[in-house]
């Protein structure tokens, strides 16, 4: 049980394009999900967390105008990056909390965006 | 400032070793700590999950103390195998905050 799923795995995209990226929680109702960013050989550094019904909430530094975050149910958040740039090029990973335990979060596979 | 270093880096051991993995944190007061295997490329495979009442887990050839009152946790592995290569993360969920606190990693090679 608990299990995280992401889509697409990898994507490449041009400059100036935007792309999405979405996170299920397959057999469990997520409160909340959590989006992460991995750059190469460095740890894992919270983006967002998302409730299902309202807005999301960016840690410093991360920009929703560009990150725009959306959790329509308990078990379906998306991430877009808008007007992508190569510096956004990361590995994206999302989580998600069960039984709205923050403290106990199961993770996605990730999603490896290149940006050209 | 809550923060989560794990050290060293990097190591290497040769095949058959036993081998510690170390975590340190800045606050006392969490709520639970978890280690994760990461593998190039890949998400996080969560490894055992230390609750804040206890001192130790164990599962198969790892176990994984907690000492909260010295700030710190060790991951020990026996009998390391070339499959144990991987990047080990070190993660804290700090009571009173809604986010897990990760380390940076620790990226160990077993050389067969």
Redesign the interface.
Known sequence: GAVVSQHPSWVICKSGTSVKIECRSLDFQATTMFWYRQFPKQSLMLMATSNEGSKATYEQGVEKDKFLINHASLTLSTLTVTSAHPEDSSFYICSADQDANLYEQYFGPGTRLTVT | KQEVTQIPAALSVPEGENLVLNCSFTDSAI??LQW?RQDP????T?LL?IQSSQREQTSGRLNASLDKSSGRSTLYIAASQPGDSATY?CAV?FSGA???F????T?LTVIP
């Open positions: 709520y639970n994760f490329g890949k998400g996080l969560s999950l993360l969920a809604n986010n897990l990760f380390g940076t990693g990226r």
